[in-house]
Structures are given as C-alpha cells and as structure tokens.
C-alpha cells in the first residue's frame, strides 16, 4: 500500500463557508433577494475576471458586480457593499469549525503534509493570514495569485513544483543556479510583471544573472518582500 505523502485541500464550501449574516447583506443594500444578488456575483464570466487576478482590487470587484445591476448606486451604498463582504469572508476565514481544526492537526501529526488549492479573489482571501488555517498548511495556492482557475491542470503543476521545492531547497537551488545564463533570460518576459508566484519566480532569475547565484538568504528575502 502506498503512503500517502501529501493532501490537496479546497477552501471555500470544504473547509470553511462564506454564510450571510442573520443581519444586513450585499443584497440588502440593493433591496433583492440573495439569489438575485447570487445569480449575478458569482456569474461565470465575471468570476473568472476576479478569480484570474485579472480584476485585484476590492473596490474595483464590487464596482464590476454592480455594472452588472440594472439600479443606481450611490458611492455610500458601494462602500457599504463591499464592507459587508469583506466582513462575510472574513467571518468565514476566521471562524473555522473546531473540527475541522482538529482534523487537520491529526493529519499533520501523521506526517502528512497539507496543500491547499483554492479559487477565489482578492476580497475572498484578505483575511487569509488571519486564519487558524493559515498556519496548518505547508504550501498554499490560490488562483487569484496565479492567474489560474481550477480544474486547469496548470494550478496541480503549481502546487506540484512548490511541494517539491519545499521538501529539497538546496536541490532545488543547485539545479537553477547551474542552469544556461541565456535558457534563464529567455524566462524574464514571461515572468515579469505577473502574479506573485510569477514575479517570485522573475526575481530569482534576477537575482541568478546579476549576481551569479542565489541562496537560502536571498530566497527567503525574495519570498517575504
């Protein structure tokens, strides 16, 4: 029998569940109903805008939703709006079931690692850091940060290569810094200015052809910036 060296983890409806409060929603604000405030939020097109990191701002999220209202919105009702989602994720981030808490912690102490695959925006995932979750986790990837939505098989590969990276850091700095000087310039275009797996993997390169190498240091530094 195969040991299982690593679980892959979704986010939202799996490990926690952005509920609306027994108060004042988004779609209170507009006067509809949640299903009609649904029908159009969580429209495919416009999801995969946000999802993608192609639209990264909140304030600019809640704006492309309302474009999609046929009603007038004030700059007041906006600001209200997109309070009331952050705080409704952040809710779900913060407040995670005991449970599943719990259940995660004993699959650590087995010795399997945790990878979490998840897609959302940048409102959905503000809170992140603050989460119990957060710390459970040996690599985290959201698509919003990657420019991917899943099932794309490309986000797996992403989550593949930073699980291998982490088991074997010096491997990993060994192979890159003897790579061809020119192979690694050929990356730059490709990586720069993207999301922030990409722009990492930009200043690594960087750093490789300015100062020949790059270490544990430096990657670290790169990683934190």
């Excluded at 993608?52 to 009603?71: A, C, H, Q, S």
């Excluded at 087995?110 to 119990?132: R, V, Y």
């Excluded at 722009?199 to 430096?218: A, G, H, P, T």
Aim: hydrophobic share 40%; glycine share 2%; proline share 2%.
């Amino acid at each position: 029998m195969n040991k299982i060296d690593t679980i892959y983890f979704d986010l939202f409806f799996t490990l926690v569940n952005p509920v609306y409060s027994g108060e004042k929603n988004e779609n209170d604000v507009l006067g509809i109903l949640k299903n009609e405030w649904e029908k159009v939020a969580e429209d495919e097109k416009l999801y995969y805008r946000r999802g993608t990191g192609l639209v990264k701002f909140p304030k600019d999220i809640i704006e492309e939703i309302l474009r999609n209202f046929d009603v007038q919105v004030s700059d007041e009702e906006k600001k209200e709006i997109l309070s009331l989602r952050i705080e409704r994720f952040k809710n779900a981030l913060t407040k995670v079931d005991e449970e599943i808490i719990s259940t995660l912690v004993k699959i650590k102490e087995k010795g399997i690692k945790l990878c979490l695959i998840s897609n959302a925006d940048k409102i959905d995932i503000l809170h992140w850091e603050d989460s119990p979750l957060a710390k459970l986790f040996n690599e985290v990837i959201f698509s919003c940060d990657v420019g991917i939505l899943k099932p794309a098989k490309k986000i797996y590969e992403i989550a593949t290569e930073l699980k291998k990276y982490s088991e074997n850091v010096d491997d990993f700095l060994k192979k890159i810094n003897n790579l061809d000087k020119d192979y690694l310039k050929s990356f730059l275009n490709e990586y720069k200015n993207r999301e922030k797996i990409n722009l990492i993997r930009y200043k690594v390169v960087e750093k490789i052809l300015n100062n020949q190498y790059v270490d544990k240091v430096m990657l670290d530094t790169i990683k934190n910036e």
